[in-house]
């Protein structure tokens, strides 16, 4: 087998056939990801391909990618920084190089085939040619920021968005008349759930600004949250998304509450009780918010941000600096949901961890709170970060299928700063169908195609479009 052929990832017959037959061709739908609903709108050109694959130089690029071009003992300057484009396009070719193995390795060799019709492998014989071809190509107008997402079938892209943004640019994207694909918010009320964090009280602020009521009390910033959920509703929202790196359970009471916002709007320290109160709290709060919309809440867990201190200081967040964390998760996570279930506010939820060795807990709680007459209530979220890879996939989709059901699964998302990433929803379908493909050849499925087809379309497309029907 040629290297990323067109059976590459596929080692049985059936795992062809469900591919090539069935999910190769099927658009997609990326209900989380981070690009900018301004890009999308304005559609402009990138500048070059390390503007389009690595960085614009003002920290906002892949992070992945960054990674690995600092653990080939790259200067930042060529990373993150302001350096000469074409320098740091031969830095990560350099890196390419050494990073085989990696999935970043093969999404750059899809990437180079998916949208620029480039075979060559990236090595520093090759980079400058590649560099030049793709800087070529992406001075069209088949080129833009629309066209890259054109260019993949995309179908539904979902952005990440504060409860205070304005979605201006969702709605002129609706109101000049959209395009082939829609774009839709999705709420991320982050900056509500770390009072702690430098920027609350200024949220605070804007939250009584957009909302026209003043903040007094946690029942008053509730309401206002809840009237930016109508508004994002009304804007084709039906999904919220969730930093919520550690998991806590501590009940307060409403006097306890109104004091822990008072103090965090003045400034002042919080504890950890405190954060644990005002979280389960808040967490309860938008759960039964979200299930009065009939929202599909998403919980990114365990990780453990910016721990290199300095990195985080010299370049930001969401840079390169994160972890994994290994933290005990299925007793605060029960609790939370068994407290919901008491109110009858459970929404539908979709759950990540960074730490792979958090699916079983994740699974087996929330095979306990299925239900409702609701299908896949509870899901597992697909594979994230740094799991991303083949093995990855592979231990997410078996998790998945083992405690739960893997017809009703949602499938992937690209999670992504980069418009050039849309290739990873490929690699995740090939690994879908290579995993189902071995269990027929095994005979722990039925070894036809008929019957599994509709499952690969399901995982694949049908049930992530479903989520706003």
């Not at 690995?68 to 930042?76: D, F, H, M, S, V």
């Not at 793709?134 to 539904?156: S, V």
């Not at 459970?346 to 994740?362: E, F, H, K």
């Amino acid at each position: 087998m040629s290297f990323l052929d067109d059976d590459y990832l596929l080692t049985t017959d059936v795992a062809k056939e469900l591919f090539h037959g069935t999910a190769e061709s099927l658009p997609i739908v990326d209900y989380h990801c981070h690009l900018s609903p301004k890009e999308i709108y304005e559609d402009e050109n990138f500048s070059d391909i390390v503007a389009a694959w690595l960085t614009d130089g003002n920290n906002y690029g892949d992070h992945y990618k960054w990674r690995l071009i600092r653990a080939n003992g790259t200067p930042e300057e060529l990373i993150t920084g302001k350096g000469d484009p074409w320098e740091k396009f031969q830095a990560y070719a350099a890196t390419m190089e050494k990073a085989i193995g990696s999935p970043v390795y093969l999404w750059t060799h899809m990437e180079l085939r998916r949208y620029f019709g480039i075979t060559d492998t990236l090595t520093t014989r090759t980079a400058k040619a590649i560099y030049e071809r793709t800087n070529e190509m992406l001075a069209t107008k088949d080129f833009t920021r629309r066209a890259l997402l054109r260019r993949m079938g995309l179908d539904t892209i979902c952005t990440t968005d504060d409860p205070v943004d304005s979605l201006e640019y969702h709605q002129k994207f609706n109101d000049e008349g959209g395009d082939t694909f829609a774009m839709i918010p999705a709420m991320r009320p982050d900056k509500a759930l770390n009072p702690d964090k430098a920027g609350f009280a200024e949220w605070v602020d804007q939250l009584e600004q957009v909302t026209g009521d003043k903040v007094n009390s946690f029942d008053d910033m509730m309401a206002g949250i809840n009237k930016r959920v109508d508004f994002f509703h009304e804007m084709g929202s039906r999904l919220s998304d969730h930093a919520a790196d550690l998991m806590v359970y501590e009940e307060a009471t409403k006097a306890e509450l109104d004091d822990i916002l008072s103090r965090a709007r003045a400034g002042k320290p919080l504890s950890f009780d405190d954060l644990a109160k005002y979280r389960t709290a808040l967490f309860l709060e938008l759960m039964r918010i979200y299930d009065a919309h009939d929202w599909t809440m998403q919980l990114h867990i365990h990780a453990l941000r910016n721990v290199n201190s300095v990195g985080f200081a010299d370049h930001g967040a969401d840079t390169g600096f994160d972890a994994l964390n290994d933290r005990s998760i299925a007793e605060p996570l029960a609790q939370l949901f068994d407290a919901a279930a008491r109110r009858g506010t459970v929404p539908r939820t979709i759950i990540y961890s960074l730490n792979p060795d958090d699916y079983m807990p994740i699974a087996t709680v929330m095979g306990c709170f299925q239900g409702g007459g609701k299908k896949q209530r509870m899901a597992l979220g697909n594979a994230w970060w740094f799991n991303d890879t083949r093995t990855g996939i592979r231990r997410q989709l078996e998790v998945m299928a083992e405690e739960s059901l893997l017809g009703n699964f949602v499938g992937m998302t690209t999670d992504s700063r980069s418009f050039l990433s849309y290739p990873r929803h490929e690699f995740f379908r090939r690994i879908l169908c290579e995993l189902v493909g071995e269990w027929a050849e095994r005979g722990e499925v039925p070894n036809d195609i008929d019957y599994l087809k509709p499952l690969i379309a399901d995982v694949s497309y049908n049930n992530a479009k479903a989520l706003f029907a």
